[in-house]
């Protein structure tokens, strides 16, 4: 039955005028409500309609609430889905109005007919209104044991809605306990996936607060449950698949053959037409594999082709999401992508954030035997009348020509950009050729002769101003008309704006000066003038500063100003490797697109239930400190067992790493616990050994804290001595706490007196240091404290971990301790309870 | 787990709005449009598919114009939001035979009565249009396909920039056609994109083929059907350098570099007889995605000569020429080509007797454009341009130009020679014989010569 053509008018929401179109409808709604006349269901679907189309275009039509609540006793069921859109748009704000609809959606959920069932539970559990729930609870235990699946798949969501309207209601009617029997049991593939993802979404919210909660959440990831769901895995829809596999991926597989069984029964999931699928797999196989690097690089081969596929097929925005992944992947592993670099061609219709993209891969995989290649189609891009894009690509070909490869061949192209004399071009490439001078000084005389023909007046662009002035200095004596130059822009000081081209243009007529003093005393004499009147404080400091250097004397000016200097050999890398690890343990999630890990973009409740590597994140306290002191000096090498690592190829390398099995995607410990210890020293100047407490509380007493002073650590248990200066890395952590069975798990009371010092962590993770116990992450808020720790044995790696969460309400400490030699987990557990307890005593 | 999904009209007007969650604002559409359409000052810019507001997520595709969005604060995989929006369209379009802000507008009841069951409280429960049809009520309100452009056999219409290409069939798949019968047919498209760059020396630098093998069933029933492939097509190039042309060309045999299949596809004979079995869903979906870069002869080579004659001119030839069989004939043929910034003047002189053709200067842009309504196939066409210049010219003018791009349409062929011998449906009366369309198309996607 098609709907009457009257229908054209509502239908096309052009703004109604207002209040008037609303009392309007609220009135022929009334007028129908009591109708039983034939027809008179038509005329309330326009009416309904009408209704809605104002809702979208976001007029609000709350006002007709009751009307609509009169209208809907009906079995058309077209009119019935209206009504409960309708109601749960408006209910939330009008929660006395929301009592009106109870009854009939209660009536409702006992129809004979499922469909309806379904729905008026749908509707019943969307209603976000906190006093109703107790009308909730009979209605959904009902709904989860219904013979219909589509009532019971309803029911299973209808048991998370409920949980956000009033956990509490929610636990005390045991739904989760429910919902887990219908997970394992249900034949509907559906309703299993659905009870998934509800349980996952309660305990995850849960856990925080209930040891219960947590262990069921743990259960999860438990061999029967995943193995549970592999099995079942083709039953699924493509979505739910997505929520299995995502599941899958953070399970811990006993050994490697059980990886492997895993990973087969899972392989023809590559080749799935939907994008999410596949990813969710490489996701998972990335994950599993992280510890046998051998079969990690053949996960790398094996995924390329589908991952090309999936770019290829598929809209721009899906393309974009797969490029973004593969980018990833490209960056940490550009060797095993080398010789696919013609994918990473661009294409000239593409957007220019999918250019980009392919730009920085094209960079990457860079090796002797495609630059040439390379380098060539990235000047076809530079030529390009798209401007941002042959910025871009020109800063390319300077990073290759970085990368060491075929320097001489590239040194020429970028000479040749220098004479197509367009202004943009010209700039990029000035800046470049600055950089490629300071890393390869033995190409000067090649870029002198050319850079000494361009006029300063075509070159506007502040960092390529400087560039060529910092080339006029540094080259003065190579330049014939350096000098001249120089001083032509002197004399234009007043209109020159940046303050970076007048800082960069001192310190060039200074080291001119030296090496050319007749010619340029003059224009010496009018920069320091210049800069000595200057408004800027940086540029009148500097030129007030040469000018005292060389009043002083011009042989110490000549050392400051113009040392012989060392060729730079790599330039920092912007983002640091422990950065990029955390992204890639978020692969296939926005972070991979934003490039940043999600604790920069996401609240923690939106983090993900299951996400232990995120609460990490959000906790690392000491890591960010670290990586802000460590500069990032990293040498881009390009050896194949760097796969795992992007940052293994340091190398003060920790030597106690190496015998774990899981240190995957090894971050180097060593220098980050160098750094952590660095960044303390600032503090206390200098501190463990362990037995150096008094010192460091003596420090403590200077910050203020008002410490009692501890006369000397407790003798530990002899027959465990750990190392006081243990490493290890917050993903080798990550990966040992997913992996190590829980050793021992206890709960002891702390001294209030240290309790209340806890406001600063700082103290307790100093205390901790000096029983050789070290955190690695920490956080919280009154009254939750959490703290992770690690400690090793002082002749063995073997590492202990330790979860202790502090609630200074109730001056409780809870611990979770796992460790690799379980045996020794006691004697661990005992030393780790003797030196907290004796945190805070005098 | 996504917040809120709703569909944005060009004019960033809601067409629908539904939230799921309620942990994000209302006013996320117009926030959502604000940024999208001012992502750059200059405008130039687009925004990318995905990004993120004051912790909110935005990811949104664009389909016939109008903008499909969803929100949420999770960290969610983005493929699978932007594969699920997609799908969302194409289900709408399933029901609605046309998808377009008319018939959008015209079916949002529809609309939010599928959205209620494709999503719930945030997590996807179907996507498929068989399934979904036990749960949806409303009949869908047909647009006028007769106010469309007119759509030839195989036409393709191209949206926007659009690279998803859309079948002829407007046909809603659950809307009883007048006299209440459905014609049984079944159509099968073997749509094929092509990617190629020629050097300024006219060799091709890079060629690429992204093909789909789509169906669109309307067979009552459900039959099992059975999807026949050239015999010798061989997937995966082995050991060999994926772009290593020697030896593969003169055989014959279709190369996939790599392919990947729909869910309902099953392979038990693929690896012996390369037949695809498949009970089809109702709805239009793929069954086959491919990806080739074995060399193919392309179907256009482009010549293009830019000569400086006076000081202040220079004249450009364009010469296109159809290298596909005669029988073959392309249609909606544009070419384009920047021409220097400075360019003042543009004089074009077509060939004479020239039918269906028209050239344009871009003024904003500085661009030429060059259309042809259809190219036979071993044919030929020029096109002289004559540019005039202000001053004299400094420095290469082949610098200041192209590259020339192009776009086109030619059904009922296929380079890479993938083919479906044969489309068996199981039958279940002898008299059971429905129409089968088995359909040929190559699109250009990015078709460059440099010069």
């Given at each position: 039955m098609a709907?009457?053509a009257q229908?054209?008018k509502?239908?096309?929401?052009s703004?109604?005028?207002g ?15 009591g109708?039983r006349?034939p027809g008179?269901d038509?005329?309330k679907r326009?009416l309904?309609?009408k209704?809605i189309?104002y809702?979208?275009i976001?007029i609000?039509?709350s006002?007709?609430f009751s009307?609509m ?6 079995s ?5 889905k209206m009504c409960y859109?309708?109601v ?7 929660p006395?109005?929301?009592?009106l ?5 209660q009536r409702?959920c006992k129809d004979?007919d ?9 509707s019943?559990?969307s209603l976000?209104?906190a006093?109703?729930?107790e ?5 959904l235990?009902t ?7 589509y ?8 048991v998370l809605?409920?949980y956000?309207?009033?956990a509490?209601?929610?636990?005390d ?8 029997h219908?997970m ?6 559906q ?10 979404e309660?305990w995850?919210?849960?856990a925080s607060a209930s040891?219960?909660a947590?262990?069921?959440r743990e ?6 449950v ?7 895995i ?6 739910a698949?997505c929520?299995?596999l995502?599941l899958?991926?953070k399970?811990?597989p006993s050994?490697s053959?059980e990886?492997f069984?895993v ?5 023809d ?5 939907n994008g999410a699928?596949?990813l ?5 196989f990335?994950q599993l594999?992280?510890?046998m690097?051998?079969v990690?690089?053949q996960?790398y081969?094996?995924?390329k082709?589908?991952?090309l596929?999936l ?7 899906q ?11 490209v ?7 080398s010789?696919d670099y013609?994918?990473f061609?661009?294409?000239y219709?593409?957007p220019f954030?999918v250019k980009?993209l392919?730009l ?12 040439y290649d ?6 076809e891009?530079?030529?390009n009348?798209?401007i ?5 690509s ?7 020509a970085l990368?060491q490869y075929?320097?001489?061949a590239i ?11 367009k202004?943009?071009v ?8 600055k950089?490629l001078?300071?890393?390869y000084?033995?190409w000067?005389?090649?870029c ?5 023909n361009?006029?300063?007046?075509n ?20 330049m014939q008309?350096a000098?001249y130059?120089l001083e032509?822009l ?5 209109e020159e704006?940046s ?6 243009l ?8 030296l090496?050319?003093?007749?010619e340029?005393?003059?224009a ?5 003038a210049?800069?000595?009147?200057d408004?800027?404080?940086?540029v ?10 060389l009043k002083y004397?011009?042989?110490v ?7 012989p ?14 950065i ?7 692969f296939n999630s926005?972070s991979?697109v934003?490039q940043k ?5 996401t609240?923690k ?9 995120e609460?990490l994140?959000?906790?690392s306290?000491?890591t ?9 000096q990293?040498v ?5 067992d760097?796969?795992l ?10 030597a ?7 240190n995957a ?5 060593s220098r980050?616990v160098?750094?952590s ?6 503090v206390?100047?200098d501190?463990p050994p362990p037995a ?7 420090i403590?007493?200077l910050?203020g804290l008002?410490?009692?002073v ?10 465990l001595?750990?190392n006081a200066?243990?490493?290890l890395?917050?993903n080798s ?10 050793a ?15 406001s600063s ?14 955190c690695i ?10 703290f992770?720790f690690f400690a090793?044995k002082?002749d063995?790696?073997?590492?202990y971990?330790?979860e202790?969460?502090?609630n200074s ?9 796992k460790?690799?030699?379980?045996s020794?987990?006691?004697a661990?557990?005992?030393?780790f309870e ?5 945190f805070?005593?005098p | 787990?996504?917040s809120q999904?709703?569909?944005l ?6 067409i629908?709005f539904r ?11 117009e926030?959502f ?5 001012f992502?750059?000052?200059?405008g ?15 990811i949104h595709v664009?389909?016939v114009?109008?903008l499909?969005?969803?929100?949420t604060r999770?960290?969610?995989?983005p493929s ?5 929006l997609?799908r969302?369209?194409?289900v709408?379009?399933?029901y609605?035979?046309?998808?377009n802000?008319?018939?959008l ?9 599928l959205?209620?069951e494709v999503?719930d409280f945030g997590y ?5 249009t ?10 869908p309100?047909?647009?006028d396909?007769?106010r469309?452009?007119?759509?030839g056999?195989?036409?393709l219409f ?5 690279r ?10 659950v809307?009883?056609?007048?006299g209440?019968?459905k ?6 498209d073997?749509?094929?994109?092509i990617?190629v760059?020629?050097s300024?020396?006219g060799?091709?630098?890079t ?23 050239n015999d ?5 190039r082995?050991g060999r350098?994926?772009y290593?042309?020697?030896?593969s060309s ?5 190369i ?8 309902s596809?099953h392979?038990?004979s693929?690896?012996v007889?390369r037949?695809?079995?498949l ?14 870069t074995?060399e193919?002869?392309?179907?256009f080579?482009?010549?293009n000569?830019?000569?400086e004659?006076?000081h ?5 030839i364009?010469?296109?020429r159809?290298?596909?069989p ?13 021409l ?10 077509l060939e ?9 200067f871009k003024e ?5 454009e060059w ?8 044919s ?6 004559k540019?005039?210049f202000?001053?004299?010219l ?11 791009s192009?776009t086109f ?5 296929n ?5 479906v011998k044969?489309?068996q449906?199981?039958k279940?009366?002898?008299t059971?014989n ?7 198309v190559t699109?250009?996607?990015?078709y460059?010569?440099?010069?």
């Amino acid at each position: 039955m098609a709907p009457p053509a009257q229908s054209q008018k509502s239908a096309s929401p052009s703004q109604p005028s207002g209040k008037g179109e609303v009392s309007d409808v609220k009135m022929q709604l009334r007028q129908l409500a009591g109708s039983r006349s034939p027809g008179t269901d038509d005329a309330k679907r326009e009416l309904f309609k009408k209704v809605i189309s104002y809702m979208t275009i976001g007029i609000d039509v709350s006002s007709v609430f009751s009307e609509m609540v009169m209208c809907s006793a009906t079995s058309d069921i077209v009119l019935k889905k209206m009504c409960y859109l309708y109601v749960g748009n408006y209910a939330k704000y009008n929660p006395d109005l929301a009592l009106l609809t109870i009854n009939f959606l209660q009536r409702d959920c006992k129809d004979e007919d499922p469909m309806i069932r379904g729905l008026a539970l749908r509707s019943l559990c969307s209603l976000r209104v906190a006093n109703l729930v107790e009308y909730l609870v009979g209605p959904l235990g009902t709904g989860l044991k219904d013979g219909n699946s589509y009532v019971r798949m309803v029911a299973a969501v209808g048991v998370l809605k409920l949980y956000h309207i009033s956990a509490s209601t929610c636990m005390d009617a045991d739904f989760p306990a429910m919902l887990k029997h219908l997970m394992l049991n249900d034949k509907d593939a559906q309703v299993v996936a659905n009870c998934l993802t509800s349980l996952q979404e309660i305990w995850g919210l849960e856990a925080s607060a209930s040891e219960e909660a947590a262990r069921e959440r743990e259960t999860l990831l438990s061999k029967p449950v995943i193995y549970y769901f592999l099995n079942r895995i083709k039953e699924f829809s493509e979505w739910a698949q997505c929520i299995v596999l995502e599941l899958v991926a953070k399970y811990v597989p006993s050994d490697s053959n059980e990886i492997f069984d895993v990973m087969n029964l899972l392989e023809d999931r590559l080749q799935h037409a939907n994008g999410a699928v596949v990813l969710a797999t490489i996701k998972m196989f990335l994950q599993l594999t992280l510890s046998m690097t051998d079969v990690h690089q053949q996960v790398y081969e094996r995924i390329k082709a589908p991952l090309l596929t999936l770019v290829s097929s598929g809209s721009p925005e899906q393309s974009y999401a797969v490029l973004s992944h593969l980018h990833l992947l490209v960056m940490r592993a550009p060797f095993i992508f080398s010789s696919d670099y013609k994918h990473f061609y661009c294409q000239y219709n593409e957007p220019f954030y999918v250019k980009k993209l392919k730009l920085e891969m094209l960079t990457a995989v860079a090796n002797e035997s495609n630059t040439y290649d390379i380098v060539t189609e990235l000047c076809e891009y530079a030529a390009n009348v798209d401007i941002p894009m042959a910025r871009e690509s020109i800063r390319a070909v300077g990073k290759i020509a970085l990368q060491q490869y075929d320097v001489n061949a590239i040194v020429d192209r970028l000479l040749q950009f220098l004479e197509m004399e367009k202004e943009h071009v010209t700039a990029e490439t000035l800046v470049l050729v600055k950089d490629l001078l300071r890393k390869y000084p033995q190409w000067s005389h090649d870029c002198i002769a050319v850079v000494g023909n361009i006029s300063s007046k075509n070159v506007q662009e502040p960092k390529a101003k400087a560039a060529l002035i910092w080339m006029l200095g540094e080259y003065a004596q190579d330049m014939q008309d350096a000098p001249y130059i120089l001083e032509s822009l002197i004399e234009n000081w007043d209109e020159e704006h940046s303050a970076e081209v007048r800082l960069h243009l001192l310190t060039a007529i200074m080291k001119c000066f030296l090496r050319r003093p007749p010619e340029t005393q003059k224009a010496l004499g009018a920069a320091l003038a210049a800069g000595l009147a200057d408004f800027h404080q940086d540029v009148h400091d500097r030129a007030l500063f040469y000018y005292r250097l060389l009043k002083y004397n011009v042989t110490v000016a000549e050392r400051v100003v113009d040392p012989p200097k060392q060729a730079v050999s790599v330039f920092a890398d912007t983002q640091s490797s422990e950065i990029k690890d955390r992204i890639f343990d978020e692969f296939n999630s926005l972070s991979v697109v934003y490039q940043k890990p999600s604790y920069m973009f996401t609240d923690k409740e939106h983090r993900g239930p299951f996400a232990f590597s995120e609460e990490l994140g959000n906790l690392s306290i000491d890591t960010e400190l670290a990586d802000n002191v460590v500069p990032a000096q990293r040498v881009e090498a390009n050896d194949k067992d760097l796969l795992l690592s992007t940052s293994e190829k340091e190398d003060n390398h920790g030597a106690s790493n190496n015998s774990s099995a899981y240190n995957a995607p090894s971050y180097d410990g060593s220098r980050m616990v160098g750094a952590s210890q660095a960044q303390q020293d600032l503090v206390s100047l200098d501190q463990p050994p362990p037995a150096n407490v008094p010192v460091s509380l003596a420090i403590d007493d200077l910050l203020g804290l008002g410490l009692p002073v501890v006369p000397s650590p407790a003798p530990s248990p002899p027959a465990l001595k750990l190392n006081a200066k243990a490493v290890l890395d917050p993903n080798s952590f990550q990966q040992k706490w997913r992996q190590l069975p829980l050793a021992a798990s206890q709960e002891i009371s702390m001294n209030p007196q240290g309790v209340s010092a806890l406001s600063s962590p700082q103290v307790l993770l100093r205390h901790m240091q000096g029983h050789s116990i070290h955190c690695i992450a920490s956080g919280g808020q009154a009254p939750n404290f959490k703290f992770f720790f690690f400690a090793q044995k002082e002749d063995e790696p073997s590492t202990y971990l330790v979860e202790c969460v502090i609630n200074s309400s109730t001056c409780k400490a809870q611990l979770k301790i796992k460790a690799d030699d379980q045996s020794t987990s006691q004697a661990f557990s005992a030393l780790f309870e003797s030196a907290l307890s004796k945190f805070g005593l005098p | 787990m996504i917040s809120q999904f709703f569909v944005l009209s060009q004019r960033g007007d809601n067409i629908v709005f539904r939230d799921y969650r309620g942990d994000i604002q209302k006013g996320s559409a117009e926030i959502f449009f604000r940024k999208v359409k001012f992502w750059k000052e200059d405008g130039k810019e687009e925004a990318p598919p995905v990004f993120n507001l004051d912790g909110v997520n935005y990811i949104h595709v664009k389909v016939v114009g109008l903008l499909f969005v969803a929100t949420t604060r999770n960290n969610l995989p983005p493929s699978l939001v932007l594969e699920l929006l997609q799908r969302v369209a194409r289900v709408i379009k399933d029901y609605l035979g046309v998808l377009n802000e008319d018939s959008l507008r015209k079916n949002f009841v529809l609309v939010y009565e599928l959205l209620d069951e494709v999503i719930d409280f945030g997590y996807v429960q179907s996507t498929s249009t068989e399934v979904l049809k036990s749960y949806i009520f409303n009949e869908p309100i047909v647009v006028d396909a007769g106010r469309l452009p007119s759509l030839g056999p195989a036409a393709l219409f191209m949206q926007g920039n659009k690279r998803m290409p859309g079948t002829a069939v407007t046909k809603s798949v659950v809307a009883q056609e007048t006299g209440g019968t459905k014609r049984e047919e079944i159509f099968v498209d073997v749509i094929e994109k092509i990617s190629v760059t020629f050097s300024s020396s006219g060799y091709i630098l890079t060629s690429e083929i992204d093909g789909t093998i789509q169906m669109k069933s309307y067979l009552s029933g459900n039959p099992e059907i059975r999807v026949a492939l050239n015999d010798d097509l061989t997937i995966g190039r082995g050991g060999r350098s994926i772009y290593d042309y020697s030896g593969s060309s003169g055989s014959g045999a279709v190369i996939l570099d790599d392919c990947n299949f729909h869910e309902s596809v099953h392979l038990d004979s693929f690896d012996v007889d390369r037949t695809l079995s498949l009970v089809p869903p109702d709805g239009e979906f793929p069954v086959m995605n491919y990806r080739i870069t074995q060399e193919f002869k392309p179907p256009f080579r482009i010549n293009n000569l830019v000569e400086e004659s006076e000081h202040f001119k220079a004249e450009v030839i364009l010469k296109i020429r159809a290298e596909f069989p005669s029988s073959v004939t392309a249609n909606t043929i544009v070419i384009e080509m920047p021409l220097p910034t400075y360019t003042t003047r543009v004089n074009f002189e077509l060939e004479p007797g020239a039918v269906g053709q028209r050239t344009d200067f871009k003024e904003s842009n500085k661009r030429l454009e060059w259309s042809l309504k259809k190219i036979v196939g071993e044919s030929e066409h020029t096109l002289r341009v004559k540019l005039t210049f202000p001053q004299e010219l400094h420095g290469n003018i082949t610098k200041e130009a192209g590259p020339v791009s192009m776009t086109f349409t030619i059904p009922m062929y296929n380079p890479s020679g993938l083919q479906v011998k044969y489309l068996q449906i199981a039958k279940k009366t002898k008299t059971y014989n429905p129409y089968r369309w088995v359909r040929y198309v190559t699109q250009a996607n990015s078709y460059v010569a440099r010069i």
